[in-house]
C-alpha cells in the first residue's frame, strides 16, 4: 500500500488544475489524438505492436470487456484489459491474463512513464489524469516486454473525444447502448 500512496500523491497533482485551466484544456478529437501521440512518441510505445479491441458506449462497456477477455482467455489468448474506474486501488484498472496487474509491476510502469515524460523534451506539459492512466497501460500492453496477445480498451467517459482514439486500426469495435 506504500508503493501506491505515492502513486495517488503524483495521480493527485495531475488532477490539481485549475477550473479556468480546464476551461482552457477544451480540445477536439483530433487535437487529443494529437497530444496523446506526441506522449507515445516520447514513450517509445507502437501501438500497432499488439492486436486491439476498442469498445465504447455509455452503459455497458466495462461488461462487454470482461465477456471478451473472458472467451479470448478461454481460448488459450494472453490478454490486457484496461477499464475504469476502479473500486479499491487503481492498479485494478489493468488487468493481465483476467487478473488485476500486480502492484510491483503497476509502480515499475507507472514510475517509468512519468520519469520518461517528465525527462522528455517533447512534451511541454504532463497528460492528463485519464491520459496518463492510458498511457501507462499502453506501455504495460504494448512495450518492449509485453506478453499479451490481444489488448481490450473500454473508453473512459470522453467517447469522441478519449484519450483511446489513439488506435487508429482497431481489429474489432463494439459500440455498447448509447445515452445521454
Not at 486501488?89 to 509502480?107: A, H, S, T
Not at 501507462?136 to 509485453?146: C, E, I, N, R
Amino acid at each position: 500500500q506504500d508503493k501506491l500512496s505515492k502513486v495517488y500523491e503524483a495521480l493527485n497533482q495531475l488532477m490539481s488544475k485549475t477550473k479556468q485551466q480546464l476551461r482552457e484544456a477544451v480540445m477536439t478529437r483530433d487535437q487529443i489524438v494529437k497530444e496523446m501521440m506526441v506522449y507515445v512518441k516520447a514513450l517509445q510505445i507502437d501501438v500497432t505492436r499488439v492486436p486491439v479491441i476498442h469498445v465504447a458506449g455509455t452503459k455497458g462497456k466495462g461488461s462487454t470487456c470482461a465477456f471478451v477477455e473472458s472467451i479470448l482467455r478461454a481460448h488459450g489468448c494472453r490478454t490486457g484489459l484496461y477499464t475504469s474506474p476502479h473500486l479499491i486501488d487503481i492498479n485494478e484498472r489493468i488487468r493481465l491474463d483476467g487478473k488485476p496487474c500486480p502492484v510491483n509491476k503497476f509502480c515499475a510502469h507507472f514510475w517509468s512513464v512519468w520519469e520518461r515524460l517528465k525527462s522528455s523534451e517533447s512534451c511541454n506539459k504532463m497528460p492528463r489524469y485519464f491520459q496518463f492512466m492510458t498511457l501507462v497501460a499502453l506501455d504495460m500492453f504494448m512495450g518492449s516486454k509485453t506478453s499479451v496477445d490481444v489488448v481490450i480498451l473500454e473508453t473512459g467517459v470522453g467517447g469522441r473525444l478519449d484519450a483511446t482514439n489513439i488506435l487508429e486500426k482497431p481489429v474489432v469495435t463494439g459500440i455498447t447502448k448509447i445515452g445521454y
